[in-house]
């Protein structure tokens, strides 16, 4: 498996490739003058050995050479060696690589042969300590792009858990730092208490409104029920006053759903609460929706699973999608059905227009959703209980025409 490239990683790999191209570097210029500087000395020093060793021959005085340096001299020059140009070269002799000097002198040709130079065992040491400070420097490199690494990245990593952080209500660390970290710890911190204020606001503006609206809903409830019970003998008026009793008690239930989104998710109680008793009571809710028009409403029930989370919070997002299909769809079904821990909702109606499609997926380039959106509040409703709940809503076309809606729950407890 391929390893991830983080920051870190890519600070030491970038001293390491640094260190190997200076080492590269350093060693290919090391190598040319080292060689260049042998090839000079060994060259002096078969001339001070030829200045030397031919006026002793001329002279007829032996000419006492070491093991590794040889002088030959007229007629005593091997086969293969003579008939040289004049001056220094290598040559292999003996099946050895060898230095040697042709020259003349009066008494006639001569040739210096220099098998080990002690020049060549000093340049084996040369290149050891080379390569000795090659590693060394690369290990240096490694140990120093890792300890650059882990305080510049540390720091980094330090600030992102802390932003991320959601039970947390402490002090971002680096505010105080006088680097960039800390202009970027304070950035954070700035930004990080204007979005507190701003969600502060709009629980606080929710709550307030669902409290005052409360009160003149329960007074039309109230209302609409005495209605209801007074025209008992005239179908005209009851219908009315019925649907206004319906009206008012789905308005109650919105603004129910209201004050509980204005809460935290982590301070309301989450009971297990199962889906085919949800998907049920809302159905039975639709019904007098398609009454009395050439669209069907039912369930298509299949294996139940449970969910933790308030009724009300389920009952709305549902709800409000069937009800909504039911509104849109002017003939053919809606179909409530459950599959892979999900909740589908299909209707044969004319489909949602782009603005509620850039919704779902989360696309900024899109207006935001705002009012009815050609929707109805619900399908906003439901978008935040999903998203307050964990979930995902999701919308596909069906290929006969129409719209898929797909509640899917991440933590689900199935029934067997």
């Known amino acids: 498996m391929k390893r991830p490239s983080t920051l870190r990683r890519r600070i030491v790999v970038a001293y390491l490739f640094f260190a190997l191209a200076v080492c590269t570097f350093v060693g290919v210029v090391a190598s040319v003058a080292i060689v260049g500087i042998e090839d000079l000395l060994v060259d002096e020093h078969l001339r001070s050995i030829a200045a030397w060793a031919s006026p002793r021959h001329a002279a007829g005085m032996p000419v006492e050479m070491p093991s590794d340096v040889s002088f030959y001299h007229g007629t005593a020059i091997p086969p293969e060696l003579r008939n040289l140009p004049f001056g220094v070269a290598k040559r292999v002799f003996e099946d050895q690589y060898v230095h040697l000097l042709a020259g003349q002198d009066a008494a006639g040709p001569y040739v210096v042969i220099d098998r080990a130079s002690e020049y060549k065992n000093i340049e084996h040491v040369i290149f050891a300590m080379l390569g000795a400070g090659f590693l060394g420097f690369v290990a240096l490199s490694l140990f120093l792009g890792s300890f650059i690494a882990r305080g510049f990245v540390d720091p980094i990593i330090t600030l992102a858990n802390a932003v991320m952080d959601k039970k947390t209500n402490a002090q971002l660390p680096l505010l105080n730092h006088q680097d960039e970290m800390g202009v970027l710890a304070r950035a954070f911190a700035e930004h990080t208490a204007e979005l507190k204020q701003f969600l502060a606001r709009e629980r606080f503006f929710t709550g307030d409104v669902s409290h005052e609206l409360r009160t003149p809903l329960t007074i039309i409830i109230g209302a609409a029920e005495l209605l209801v019970e007074q025209t008992a003998d005239q179908p005209a008026l009851q219908a009315p006053a019925r649907r206004i009793m319906r009206a008012a008690k789905e308005a109650t239930d919105c603004v129910s759903v209201l004050l509980l989104l204005a809460r ?81 909702v299909e209707d044969t109606g004319p489909g949602v227009p782009d603005i509620i499609r850039a919704r779902l997926k989360n696309d900024p380039s899109q207006p935001q959703l705002i009012g009815s959106a050609g929707s109805g509040l619900g399908l906003a409703l439901a978008i935040r209980i999903c998203e307050y709940l964990g979930a995902k809503l999701e919308h596909d076309d069906r290929p006969q025409g129409g719209s898929i809606f797909r509640i899917h729950f991440q933590s689900v407890l199935t029934k067997n």
């Not at 409403?297 to 009724?311: A, C, I, Y």
């Not at 709305?316 to 459950?338: F, K, M, P, Q």
């Open 264 to 344: 935290r998710p982590d301070t309301i109680d989450r009971p297990l609460t199962s889906i085919s008793e949800v998907i049920r009571a809302e159905i039975e809710r639709g019904q007098p929706l398609v009454r009395d028009r050439p669209i069907s409403l039912h369930f298509q029930e299949g294996k139940d699973f449970s969910v933790f989370g308030r009724k009300e919070l389920l009952s709305s997002a549902i709800g409000n999608l069937i009800r909504n299909a039911c509104e849109y769809t002017d003939e053919g079904s809606v179909v409530v059905s459950i599959q892979d821990h999900s909740v589908l």
